[in-house]
């Protein structure tokens, strides 16, 4: 597990769009995006609901996203 990737993940959530996320970041739409979906296979579903006006966490991703916060914050 790669904690980078999830705290990646946490920012795209926060900000509710992968574009913002990687700005914040320094990480280009393409990386952060290759990001999300190698975190999809490690955990075996989606994490993200994806749509024109951005993204918002899928239910499964919002039951893991305590957790995931405070592996980042160790």
């Known amino acids: 597990m790669d904690t ?4 990646t993940l946490l920012k795209v959530v926060e900000y509710g769009s992968i ?3 990687g700005e ?5 739409q393409s990386g952060v995006s290759h990001m999300i ?3 999809e296979r490690e955990l075996g579903f ?3 609901i ?3 006006t951005g993204v918002a966490p899928t239910e ?3 039951k893991i996203l305590p957790a995931l916060r405070q ?3 160790w």
């Open 24 to 28: 914040e970041l320094g990480y280009t």
């Open 4 to 7: 980078f990737k999830f705290k």
């Open 37 to 39: 979906r190698s975190i």
């Open 71 to 73: 592996l980042v914050n």
């Open 19 to 21: 574009t913002k996320a």
């Open 46 to 48: 989606p994490v993200l």
């Open 60 to 62: 499964n991703c919002e």
């Open 50 to 52: 994806r749509s024109r």
